[in-house]
Every structure is written in C-alpha cells, then in structure tokens.
C-alpha cells in the first residue's frame, strides 16, 4: 500500500491495533458461541469487557484523534484508497467521539443485563421479565441517537451504524413496496394446486443421518471454493460467521436430524459470507478497508449463494444426483421437481429464521415498523405483544399463540440492537440486483447446470469482494449494476420463480 503522507501512514499503523485488538475479540467471540464451558461465562465476559475497553481506549487516545483530524483535512490530496480509509474511519469514530463514555458503559451493563432476562422470558413465556429492560435499552438508543446526530427522524441515526447513510425514509419505500406486492404473491402461492400444508419428505416420521448431513455440507462448501485451509468449519446452535483474518474465516452450521435442509441451506449461506472475507484484496489487511462493507452488502453475499444459487432450481437439477447419492433411501425415487419444491416450499410460518423467500421480508417489514415507531414514541413498549400479534395476522396471516413465538423471538433487541434489521432486507434486494449484471455478463443458467460456481466466484470477486470496503454501499450497487438500489429486482426475481414454481 502506497502513502501519500507520513501523517497517513501513521494514522493506519496505529489502527492497526485497534484491527488487531478487534481480532483478538472475534476469536473470544467465536470460542464463546462453540466451545465455552457453562461455567465459563463469567470469565469470557470480563475477558471481553476488558478488551472492549482497550479498543475504546485506543479509539479514544488523543494522538489518533489528532491525527485522524490532520489527515481529514488535507483528505483532497489523498489516493482513492486512502480517502476511503479516513472516510471510513471517521464514520466508526463517530460512535466513540459523539456518545459519552458513561453512556457506552450503560448500554454496555444494560443489555448484559437484558440478554439474561431474555432468555428467562423466552423460556418462562413470560415478555413482563423482559419490558423493563427493553424500555431501558430504547431509552438508551434515543440517547445514542440525539448524540449521534440526524436530520429527519433519530432511527437514521440508528440506523447509519449498520449500514452507511440508510435512512428510515429509504426503509419506508422498500418496505411499503415489498408488503403490498409479497403479500399478493402469497395469495397466489396458497391457491396454487402444488402447495401443500406439509411435506412427505421431511419431518419427525424421517431420519437423516447427521454424518452425512456434514458430509453434504462438505461437498457444498468445496464446490463453492471456500478455502477450508483459510478456515475452520464447525457447529453451534445458531450458525454464524467469524471473520478473524483474511486467513481465518469460520463459519458453523445446524443441523435437524429429520431434514437435510436446514444445515444444507446453512451451510451455503455462511460460506457465502466468509466467501467475501476470504475474497477482500490483501493489500488491504489490517487497514480500515480490510473487510466487508456494510451488514447489507455482507447479507447479499450470503444470500446470493443460499437462494439465488442454492435455492435455483437450475441448481437443484444438478444438486438431485448428489442428494439422492447421500440420501439414497430417502430420495432415490424422488422425481427432480419434487426435490426443487421441497427446497422452495413456501409457507407463512411465525419464525422468521425458518421463514420462506416469500415471507421472508414481511417478518422484516414488521420488525422494522416497530423499531421505528419505539424510537420515535409511536407506541409504548408495553404494547408490543399484542402489536406484534396484529401484525404477523396481517401481513403473513398467521398469530402466534406465546410471546415465545412472537416478541420475544429474536436476540437482537436484548442485545440492544436497534436498526440492524433492515439490513437483512437490503442483502435480499442487493443480491437480486447484483444477480441481475451478473446474468448479462455470465451465463448463469448454464453454469449452476453444469454446477459451475468456481465462473460465478470469479465475477463476484473482481466486482464486489476484492474492494472490502473501498466503496460504500451505495457507490458499489452503483459501480456493479449501474443504478441505484431498488426493490424491483427483488420482486420480479420473486415473483417470476414462484409463479412458475407453483403454477
Ligand atoms: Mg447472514
């Protein structure tokens, strides 16, 4: 890597520690979710408390700052690459620049706090143990907010931190424009004489032996050139992605004794995530540019491979012989569009991780119009139960009968998240767009025939993964597809496949 400047050079020697450290803390991470001993846990947290404290520290130190602030003043001299580091900087900063220590430390101590209470919640059934920390963990957000700053709604500024300029306003449109057109799509769907309730293939009455669940997965991830050498492939109860260095990327999976699908499914999925890690250009290691960009652009990888190439059912016409090979007595007989149906069944159900391509978004839309209406006072939280209820009746026609099912669902709230959410949606219409230039430059049908992705790789990683963070989202959808992002893409793709499917 070239430096204009010795200012700019020191200035990323000494982020380097902060990349570093930040490292070290994923590893932490990692081990946490699947090797920690119960008795553990305490220690693993105290371990991360300090580190966290470290990086705040080293962000925090008045050197760095005062480099970072030289460097941003003269950044019109700078090369491409540099101005995009101290862009990039200066956005990760901002957390640490604008929010008061004490607040970072309470928000800190709160969600800890609310993780525990959750998990009881979640297993007494009972959204009382865990209102009181939730009302605090959105009272904290608002702060966050009012000191991040913003111009038309405090969401913005929530959520900026996970994806780059979004803004509640972009959100509104794609969510308006994706509800009223899935929801239709649904409809169609549910009348069609192919759908079914449940499936015959899958289920308690089945078994699917776990090795060779692995097994399969083994297969997926060598054909989707996961460097298994650059990485580690392992199992916990949710499966994730940790991106420790370009060289040490991990992923996990699940797996359901009575259906292939799931760790299948998994599997491709995180692989497509620690696919863009492995891919990021190596002059970049350990500079601000040196991963993924944004959760969105993160999210449309690992999408991209789970459904605009897993799910295909291009793909599951070469996909079928291996299946029936590694589930002979299953699905030997077992005709090739009853295999691409089973992997492409669409039904509304109340868990959003399990959920559809069709339904999937609609789980999104009603967490992100709750999140924006929490922040800004539109409702009280104690009324999200029974919010939550009405919601999932109308936008996906099924109501959950526990708060287990329903508010109390997902993790990211306890965690204190708020506006990460939509960027599940935006990696769904980001891979949609991105499949879209992709298909007028490779052929994409005959390459998942053939079950040729090594051609696929290639395009994804000269267009999008080798950059790491050298553009933004928004600049990249642009460089890639040569327009701005829109739900369009994402709806014909839908609309289109399952139309055919379910005819
Ligand atoms: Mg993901």
Redesign the pocket.
């Known amino acids: 890597m070239h430096y204009t400047n010795t200012h700019t050079r020191k200035l990323v020697e000494q982020y380097r520690e902060i990349s570093l450290l930040n490292k070290t803390k994923a590893l932490l991470d990692w081990d946490l979710n699947v090797n920690l001993p119960p008795k553990a846990s305490e220690a693993r947290a105290a371990q991360m408390a300090q580190l966290t404290s470290l990086i705040t520290d080293r962000w925090l130190d008045s050197g760095f700052k005062s480099l970072l602030e030289k460097v941003t003043e003269k950044k019109d001299t700078l090369t491409q690459p540099e101005q995009a580091m101290v862009r990039n900087l200066n956005w990760s900063a901002k957390y640490y620049y604008r929010v008061p220590k004490e607040l970072i430390v309470e928000f800190s101590k709160t969600t800890s706090e609310a993780f525990m209470a959750w998990q009881q919640a979640k297993k007494e059934d009972n959204f009382k143990l865990f209102l009181p920390h939730l009302t605090k963990i959105i009272k904290l957000n608002q702060l966050t907010a009012e000191h991040l700053g913003f111009t038309d709604n405090p969401y913005d500024a929530l959520l900026d931190q996970f994806e780059q300029g979004l803004t509640t306003q972009q959100c509104k449109i794609m969510f308006e424009h994706l509800r009223t057109e899935l929801t239709t799509l649904l409809k169609v769907i549910q009348k069609s004489k192919h759908h079914r309730e449940s499936l015959d293939l899958v289920g308690e009455k089945h078994h699917y032996s776990l090795k060779r669940q692995r097994q399969l997965s083994q297969f997926a991830l060598k054909k989707l050139g996961y460097d298994i050498q650059a990485g580690h492939f392992g199992q916990s109860a949710h499966p994730?992605?940790t991106n420790i260095h370009r060289l040490d990327v991990r992923i996990t999976t699940w797996y359901d004794r009575h259906d292939p699908r799931p760790s299948l499914m998994a599997t491709i999925?995180?692989a497509?995530?620690a696919l863009y890690e492995q891919g990021v250009s190596e002059e970049y290691d350990l500079t601000p540019l040196d991963s993924g960009v944004s959760l969105g652009i993160?999210?449309s990888q690992?999408?991209f491979w789970e459904n605009q190439v897993g799910r295909n059912p291009i793909f599951l016409h070469f996909m079928t012989p291996v299946l029936q090979a590694f589930f002979p007595e299953q699905l030997a007989d077992v005709p090739e569009e009853e295999i691409s149906r089973l992997f492409n069944h669409v039904q509304p159900s109340l868990t959003r991780v399990e959920a559809d391509e069709v339904t999937y978004n609609l789980h999104l839309a009603l967490r992100y119009e709750l999140e924006e209406a929490l922040i800004t006072n539109k409702i009280k939280p104690k009324d999200l139960s029974e919010i939550w209820k009405a919601k999932m009746k109308e936008y996906i026609g099924v109501v959950p009968m526990t708060d287990r099912e329903g508010v109390l669902q997902d993790v990211h709230w306890s965690y204190g998240v708020f506006g990460y959410f939509p960027t599940?949606t935006l990696?769904n219409l980001y891979a949609a767009q991105f499949t879209q230039t992709l298909k007028k430059e490779l052929p994409l049908d005959e390459l998942l025939r053939r079950g040729d992705l090594g051609t696929v790789l290639s395009w994804l990683r000269e267009n999008i993964h080798q950059h790491g963070s050298l553009y933004w989202p928004d600049e990249l959808v642009k460089r890639v597809s040569g327009e701005e992002l829109t739900a369009t893409y994402l709806v014909d793709y839908l609309n289109t496949k399952y139309r055919s499917i379910y005819s």
């Open positions: 994730f992605t999925h995180e497509g995530h993160h999210e690992s999408r599940y990696g």
